[in-house]
């Protein structure tokens, strides 16, 4: 058995780190957060790290716009579905 | 004369005005869930058949992306032909922890290096090539098409904190995979390793 050693400031920054880039954190644990990786610079670089990560997964959004073939292809099959 | 039961219908929303506008956004979600072309294109077909088939069950005035979107995540599903497999999740406290957890080992052993090097925008994308669901989904709904995870959560029909640990659990995966291929590309262009 283990005893639980009272939680780290940075353990509880880090636990809400993708909530808080994810914009999902409620103002006062935000304001938090932002104040601890002001002054741990450990917990920014993560912060930096996954932001970046974040940011090139969010590069690949956009993408295929939908073909005409497609759409003729959809629409058909509604129609002969009974679309009317 | 005329009798009380003769009061018009209430008009049923119409398919073609209030469905068949959501066509594109359908089909670049399926784009991303399948990452192929002609598998979207039958996932596109079979989800909009689909929503015809049960347009009564529409609420009008309900919000018809979000619906077609849940059909199109089932009808993706199925199209895999294996069940999805129950995947046993930490919390996602815990699979964010691990993720810094991860970046924290990278900097001391000099992969965070070699990631710098790295062509993020392939490298994501042959990452996302191999995430498997139910953590494609996850980060298609909430990175690629920006929903919070109140909105993921809806479409997906499950509760939010399954979204977040699964959305937490795609990332570490996601970044595991951008440091194998950083560790990769390094021992590729490290001058020891030139030909001849
Ligand atoms: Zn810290």
Redesign the interface.
């Known amino acids: 058995m283990t005893d639980h050693p009272p939680e780290s400031a940075c353990?509880r920054a880090?636990?809400?780190?993708?909530?808080f880039l994810?914009g999902?954190l409620a103002d006062a644990d935000d304001a938090a957060l932002r104040a601890h990786l002001a002054e741990c610079r450990?917990c920014l670089?993560?912060a930096e790290?996954?932001r970046?990560?974040?940011a090139?997964?969010?590069?690949?959004?956009?993408?295929?716009?939908?073909?005409e073939a497609?759409?003729a292809?959809?629409m058909a099959?509604?129609e002969e579905?009974?679309?009317s | 004369m005329y009798s009380m039961a003769e009061s018009a219908p209430i008009p049923a929303p119409d398919f073609r005005e209030t469905a068949l506008p959501f066509l594109p956004d359908v089909y670049r979600f399926a784009r991303s869930l399948t990452r192929d072309a002609a598998d979207a294109d039958d996932v596109v077909q079979e989800t909009f058949l689909r929503a015809l088939r049960s347009w009564r069950t529409f609420i009008p005035g309900s919000d018809c992306r979000r619906w077609l979107f849940t059909i199109c995540r089932n009808v993706y599903l199925r199209s895999r032909e294996r069940a999805e497999r129950q995947v046993a999740l930490d919390d996602g406290d815990d699979e964010a922890i691990a993720a810094v957890q991860a970046h924290a080992g990278w900097v001391r052993d000099g992969t965070d290096v070699l990631l710098a090097r790295l062509d993020l925008g392939p490298a994501i994308s042959a990452a996302l090539d191999e995430l498997s669901e139910p953590f494609r989904s996850a980060v298609v709904l909430v990175d690629l098409e920006d929903h919070s995870y109140e909105e993921a959560a809806a479409i997906l029909e499950v509760p939010v904190g399954t979204v977040r640990s699964r959305l937490f659990r795609a990332r570490r995966l996601l970044q595991e995979r951008l440091a194998r291929f950083a560790q990769d590309a390094g021992f590729t262009t490290s001058p020891a390793g030139g030909m001849r």
């Open positions: 353990h880090m636990r809400r780190l993708f909530d994810d999902e450990d670089a993560h790290f996954e970046t990560v974040l090139a997964v969010a590069a690949q959004r956009g993408g295929a716009p939908l073909p497609t759409r292809r959809v099959a509604l579905a009974g679309l």
